[in-house]
């Protein structure tokens, strides 16, 4: 018996014969080079195939000669790139793992704030992000790009793939066409319900013709887009049932959210419940006439994927955040290894790396897209070594582990009594609790490597050096500066502590308080967000002092779409262009006084705060590092003891420390 039965079933539709029901959906990696297949963009998919999924949809190719060329996604519009293509096909194929390209065009919608020469609509309407107004197609370019896409999609199955999956989701333009939204057409392509669907229904019909019988075509549909005039639950259900023809369509999947304020309900992060869609999936799904549909949207644990399947809620499970982060996710959940799976931890830094745009990267796999992220760490043959780790935050954690599998003797000091550092803090705040999954897995794998941890220990030199180290890795972290600038004089205004101490100190005796929490962030990072939603639950009031001209300046636009969003919620006072203007007698009164940053810089006021904190930058902690250096012993620093940074980068150097190593 399968560790997950309905996991592990096939799927026998008359053209998707599916080995199991989990699915990786499209997502864009950049990873192409040249719009052509390149070695890492063939590893991601080859991994993924291999750990197990059944079908993999590659992220949405360049269609048509005309369209805005991507450097990084794949040409399919001519044969340039036809062998790299056959080759990606074949290896993902040999896996018995089936092969599907996205085939769309952003139409108006535009994931960045810089305005394209050109975008091409159904409407001369603005796009939300850049507010470009597209050029508004005509019916005849409509029919022309209908046939273009067509011969690509038969392209792509002359190179060996399944099918394809039409992305008529998040913003773009073939979305763009179904919601009355954006369509104000009066032509055979707009006007009403049944010529908003034509373009769809054509360039089905146009693809069924030139492909094979047995080509695949599946449907990524809007849901619920949440906006005024838009496609919300009832009109998604009318559009399925109207493109639900089982002779046609082989699999239908659903986005939410759109190309505005709500973009990011397409990737649920922390703040939201676990698979906040599937519930509304069965709805639609009930309208699907019997073609399979894939539930989407923070599905990251096998048991909570099979019990979607058991409660008949869908189809298929598309995995597609958490395949990112464990690309043998599939295999694992099925050998019933699901406690081995290295979780997502739903942070979408993924997304904001291609929305940036550049290739994807994973906060919890440092290892993306190489051979290693499949086949496990390369076990070192000779020049076993003695290594000491200074910190067990993420950085040090990784290195150690990562070292330790390679055969190294690994010690590791963690002056704190629980491993994970900063993380571990920022793990203990609303929406971030699955930032655990990050140090406990590096924490299990130390452990079964054989790390030796020194449990709250502050290492000395001597402490070190008496170990006679080969090598010595100092991942000792960093805190919160003194920010002179808004603050002044350290003495004068020592009693202000700094967010993470406050907090902390907080956290430890939970209650409620009365009067004003008031935040001074110069950070602008989600730890700080999350900080903040803490205290609006637990103090009257909270004022938030900013002298930027916005909040969540380091966050990309999904996170920051949430974090303004739960500010809004919850009531919190946003202050911006304001620096603090600190006077101690006022602050014995519990009055903050700041001041604005432009124009005649006026002063005001905060009565009645019993709750004042600071948000800088951070300063690496580097006490060992002069006495390791005049000890002249090899060391190395990584993280934010090498520069404050952020989880990706500390996962990302432990890693490759402990490779190095
Ligand atoms: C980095 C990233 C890139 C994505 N790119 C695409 C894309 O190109 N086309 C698409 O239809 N969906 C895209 N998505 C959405 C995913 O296909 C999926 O709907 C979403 O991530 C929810 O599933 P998950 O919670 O399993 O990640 C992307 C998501 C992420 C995180």
Redesign the pocket.
């Known amino acids: 018996m399968p560790a997950f039965p309905h996991l592990a079933q096939p799927l026998e539709g008359p053209r998707l014969r599916l080995k199991n029901r989990i699915a990786h959906?499209?997502?864009?990696?950049l990873l192409v080079k040249n719009q052509e297949v390149s070695e890492a963009f063939l590893r991601y998919h080859a991994n993924r195939a291999k750990g197990g999924a059944a079908m993999i949809?590659v992220?949405?190719v360049n269609a048509l000669s005309w369209q805005t060329q991507h450097q990084a996604q794949l040409n399919v519009y001519d044969n340039a790139a036809l062998p790299g293509l056959a080759r990606l096909a074949n290896e993902v194929r040999s896996h018995n793992c089936r092969i599907l390209a996205?085939i769309?065009d952003h139409g108006r919608g535009n994931y960045s704030r810089a305005r394209p020469d050109i975008t091409y609509g159904p409407s001369a309407l603005p796009d939300d992000e850049s507010g470009s107004v597209p050029y508004p197609l005509s019916g005849d370019q409509v029919a022309e790009m209908i046939a273009a896409f067509a011969a690509s999609a038969r392209r792509l199955e002359s190179a060996g793939f399944d099918g394809v999956?039409l992305?008529c989701?998040?913003g773009?333009l073939f979305h763009q066409f179904l919601s009355p939204h954006s369509n104000r057409r009066d032509d055979r392509y707009g006007g009403d319900f049944a010529s908003r669907l034509r373009l769809v229904q054509e360039l089905i019909a146009a693809i069924r013709s030139a492909c094979g019988s047995a080509f695949i075509i599946g449907l990524?549909l809007p849901a619920d887009e949440g906006i005024t005039g838009g496609i919300d639950l009832a009109e998604a259900k009318r559009i399925t049932e109207a493109l639900a023809d089982p002779h046609v369509i082989d699999f239908i999947?659903?986005?939410?959210g759109s190309q505005s304020n709500t973009l990011h309900w397409?990737?649920?992060d922390g703040h939201w419940p676990r698979m906040p869609h599937v519930a509304r999936v069965a709805e639609l799904r009930s309208a699907a006439a019997g073609i399979p549909v894939m539930a989407?949207?923070?599905?990251?644990d096998p048991n909570e994927a099979e019990a979607v399947l058991t409660a008949g809620q869908a189809d298929l499970?598309?995995?597609?955040?958490?395949?990112?982060t464990d690309p043998a996710w599939a295999r694992k959940a099925l050998r019933g290894r699901g406690y081995a799976i290295r979780p997502?931890v739903?942070c979408?830094t993924?997304?904001?790396?291609?929305?940036t745009p550049s290739a994807?990267t994973c906060d919890n796999n440092p290892a993306l897209a190489t051979p290693g992220e499949i086949d496990g760490v390369p076990a070192r043959e000779q020049g076993l070594r003695r290594i000491v780790v200074v910190g067990a935050g993420v950085a040090g954690l990784e290195a150690a582990w990562v070292a330790a599998a390679r055969g190294h003797d690994v010690t590791l000091f963690s002056a704190s009594s629980k491993l994970g550092g900063r993380a571990r803090l920022a793990a203990a705040l609303p929406g971030a609790e699955a930032l655990a999954g990050v140090y406990d897995y590096q924490g299990a794998e130390a452990q079964s490597r054989g790390v030796r941890i020194e449990l709250g220990i502050k290492a000395t030199i001597p402490d070190i050096l008496g170990l006679a180290p080969d090598d010595v890795v100092l991942a000792s972290g960093a805190r919160m500066a003194w920010p002179a600038d808004l603050l002044g004089d350290r003495k004068a205004m020592s009693a202000i502590p700094d967010l993470p101490s406050a907090i902390a100190a907080l956290l430890a005796h939970p209650g409620r308080y009365a009067g004003t929490a008031v935040v001074i962030d110069e950070d602008h990072s989600s730890f700080t967000y999350n900080a903040v939603d803490w205290l609006a639950e637990h103090f009257d009031h909270v004022v938030l002092l900013t002298s930027r001209d916005t909040v969540a300046r380091h966050e990309h636009r999904v996170a920051r779409q949430g974090i303004i969003e739960r500010l809004l919620a919850r009531g919190v006072e946003r202050r911006l262009f304001q620096l603090p203007d600190l006077r101690s007698e006022e602050l014995e009164e519990g009055i903050v006084g700041h001041r604005q940053t432009i124009g005649p810089g006026t002063r005001r006021l905060i009565e009645k705060v019993t709750f004042l904190a600071y948000a800088a930058h951070r300063e690496p902690r580097l006490e060992l590092l002069a006495p390791l250096r005049t000890a002249g012993h090899r060391h190395r620093l990584i993280g934010d003891a090498r520069a404050p940074r952020t989880l990706l980068h500390a996962t990302r150097e432990g890693h490759a420390a402990g490779l190095d190593l």
């Open positions: 959906p499209a997502i864009l990696t949809v992220e949405p996205q769309q999956e992305s989701a998040h773009h990524k999947a659903y986005a939410w397409h990737v649920p989407l949207g923070r599905i990251v499970v598309g995995i597609g955040r958490a395949m990112i997502c739903s979408n993924c997304w904001g790396s291609v929305a994807i």
